[in-house]
């Protein structure tokens, strides 16, 4: 087994880190103040083509690897978590649908400006009253002639506003089974934006990645054209579970990124910061601080990079992306948290880097199923 | 047409700068980028190739590992990388790099030369003159914006408070500045293209028309006395006066250290 990288990831690694340093990071801060979502950013990323980046490059896209994409992902992390999540919903969430079960004409007409970074993209699963329970759906789409008709809401959406492209899932049937008990099938449809019944309601007012446009999506009587069916009919929650494990890489990447980029100012911070006539990382608490927090950094990137690859090489990654979701957000929860503590009164103001760190690492132990689903997942893979 | 751009790796300043005792540097113990005013050569040329299509092949001599920089130049969009390597080659001062270099040309067709105008590792502003001398074609130096024009070039050269307009015929030579352009990022895709390119690598053999007493350290007629990294300017006066009081103050201080 070789841990060494290969040289294209070296160099995507380095220019990754180039750009967020130079592009992504002078903004993190005014990002987060403002809540203003970062459009320059977006922008100047999708002229590198860094929208598109596992995407095949017949259809637009950079033709690299998930493990590629995932360092994109980690190094935007590292100085901006608003940024890294905008790249990964966009490509996880909404590439890689469409890339799997879309049609030739489906990929040609949406994948190829998505992957160009032309359009942004954006997925939505998640109800008011359907979040971990995804059964719970209450939206709708009833074929009526050439088109479905769409009528229901869809909150916590990433990209929300910002977004050209849709995945948009509904109920389109409700079947019983032998012991009558009813289950709702799911199918997946491809929405554009501007689609005359689509509307956008509340945005969200947010604890962290503030600067990532966070709406609820409402569809009144949005008629759909049938041929934006994604994949087949009732087979949406398959869609939407395979979709989600790519998802979870992306996020547990974004975790990553938050993990180092406060482990990296902290580290610098220690050493500058003087208390009793010494720098703080004279002291062995912090010293020993500082070791636990690199060994679980560590083994985070392992189980992302593993998970990365597995999505490369497997066709079930279930398990992979649950653990390196799970424990990549639980260390950038408590890595984040150990900064602020290192930074003392310092770390608690919002002039230092690793107050806005420990807000954005929260949402990665929630969003893209929140630690508990992915305990549920891991265990009903190891438990058979 | 066809665009040659010499370039070159250079140690990352930001990193600091060490030397072996001989004085040279010691150029594997230092992480290393594209030289910035070559960097801004290249996308002059990737720019003109965009404009009126061009094939753009980077040339570099160092060591083995230099092959990066060619593979960086290519991620960014250049067709070809050629490295010319060996051991004669070692220690080159700006004589012994522009006969190679220009012993690398002569095997290629070109229109146009692009090399920046200095390297941060050396600050001489001599290889790309010097290039051009050998192959006996004009050079214009520190041009701050070139256009194509039929078969020639029409640059604009810098100086300190104006520049020249010049027009000169291809094939010919430009040395490049940082500030004319913004160089681009390499792409994610351009780089696994790059890491599968094809690299030509020339030894000493591979040089056309240039003597052996021209080359590496024994063609080298430049011996450095003391190499030193850039020493950090002490924190400078600040005062404030009306205009003749400054006049006096400045001239005492000028009296003070023998100026005037």
Redesign the interface.
């Known amino acids: 087994m070789d841990f060494t990288l290969?040289?294209?990831h070296e160099?995507?690694r380095s220019?990754f880190k180039?750009?967020a340093e130079k592009e992504v990071k002078p903004l993190a801060q005014e990002v987060d103040e403002t809540e203003i979502f970062p459009r320059g950013t977006v922008d100047k990323m999708a002229k590198?083509?860094?929208l598109g980046?596992p995407v095949p490059?017949e259809y637009g896209?950079?033709?690299?690897d998930p493990l590629?994409y995932v360092m994109?992902v980690e190094e935007l992390s590292k100085v901006c978590g608003t940024t890294g999540v905008i790249v990964s919903a966009h490509t996880s969430l909404c590439c890689d649908p469409i890339q799997t079960y879309g049609t030739e004409e489906q990929k040609q007409k949406y994948l190829v400006p998505l992957a160009k970074g032309e359009k942004l993209g954006a997925f939505g699963l998640t109800e008011p009253g359907a979040g971990t329970d995804a059964q719970g759906q209450q939206t709708k789409a009833v074929l009526d002639g050439d088109e479905y008709v769409l009528n229901g809401s869809k909150i916590f959406i990433t990209n929300g506003k910002e977004a050209d492209v849709y995945i948009i899932f509904a109920i389109t049937s409700v079947t019983t089974d032998a012991k009558g008990r009813s289950k709702k099938n799911i199918s997946a449809f491809i929405v554009e934006k501007g689609t005359p019944g689509f509307t956008f309601g509340t945005k969200e007012k947010k604890m962290g990645i503030r600067g990532s446009s966070t709406y609820e999506l409402i569809f009144t009587d949005c008629r759909i054209p049938k041929e934006n069916l994604l994949g087949k009919e009732g087979k949406g929650f398959g869609i939407a579970m395979h979709t989600l494990d790519g998802g979870r890489i992306g996020i547990a990447a974004q975790a990553l990124g938050i993990a180092e980029g406060a482990l990296e100012s902290t580290i610098a911070y220690v050493q500058e910061r003087k208390q009793f006539g010494r720098p703080i990382s004279a002291f062995q608490n912090t010293q020993f601080q500082l070791a636990d927090m690199a060994t679980k950094v560590e083994a985070a990137k392992m189980l992302v990079y593993k998970a990365a690859m597995a999505k490369a090489n497997q066709k079930v990654y279930s398990l992979e992306a649950a653990m390196a979701k799970l424990y990549a957000a639980e260390v950038a929860m408590e890595v984040t948290t150990k900064a602020v503590q290192l930074h003392g009164g310092y770390g608690y103001t919002r002039e230092y880097d690793v107050e806005r760190m420990m807000r954005d690492a929260k949402i990665t132990e929630i969003y893209e199923g929140t630690s508990e689903v992915q305990r549920m997942v891991i265990s009903a893979n190891i438990i058979k | 047409m066809k665009i040659v751009v010499c370039i070159k790796q250079v140690p990352d300043t930001k990193g600091g700068v060490k030397f072996n005792p001989d004085g040279t540097l010691d150029r594997a113990a230092m992480m290393t980028i594209m030289n910035p005013d070559d960097k801004a050569g290249l996308e002059a040329a990737l720019r003109l190739k965009e404009k009126y299509g061009a094939e753009v092949t980077v040339l570099t001599m160092g060591l083995p590992k230099a092959e990066d920089v060619l593979?960086?130049a290519i991620?960014m969009g250049a067709d070809k990388g050629i490295l010319v390597t060996d051991r004669v080659l070692g220690g080159a001062d700006t004589w012994a790099t522009s006969q190679t270099l220009a012993g690398a040309i002569r095997n290629l067709e070109y229109d146009l030369i692009i090399t920046g105008r200095q390297a941060i590792d050396g600050d001489t502003a001599q290889v790309g003159p010097q290039i051009s001398e050998h192959l006996n074609i004009p050079v214009i130096s520190y041009a701050q914006k070139i256009e194509v024009e039929g078969d020639s070039v029409i640059v604009e050269r810098q100086y300190d408070d104006r520049y020249h307009v010049l027009k000169a015929k291809m094939p010919c030579l430009i040395t490049a500045l940082a500030e004319l352009n913004e160089p681009?990022?390499?792409?994610?895709?351009?780089?696994?293209d790059?890491?599968k390119a094809e690299i030509t690598v020339w030894g000493r053999a591979d040089l056309k028309d240039v003597e052996d007493s021209n080359l590496g350290l024994k063609g080298s007629p430049t011996q450095i006395a003391k190499a030193s990294d850039k020493v950090r300017k002490g924190a400078g006066e600040k005062v404030t006066l009306d205009a003749s009081e400054s006049v006096d103050y400045i001239l005492g201080k000028l009296k003070e250290k023998h100026i005037v």
Do not use: D, S, V
Not at chain 1, 61 to 64: A, D, F, P, V
Not at chain 2, 185 to 191: F, V
């Open positions: 290969r040289k294209e160099m995507a220019l180039e750009f590198n083509g860094f980046i490059k896209g950079q033709g690299c590629t994109c | 593979r960086e991620a681009r990022y390499m792409t994610p895709g351009g780089i696994f790059a890491c």
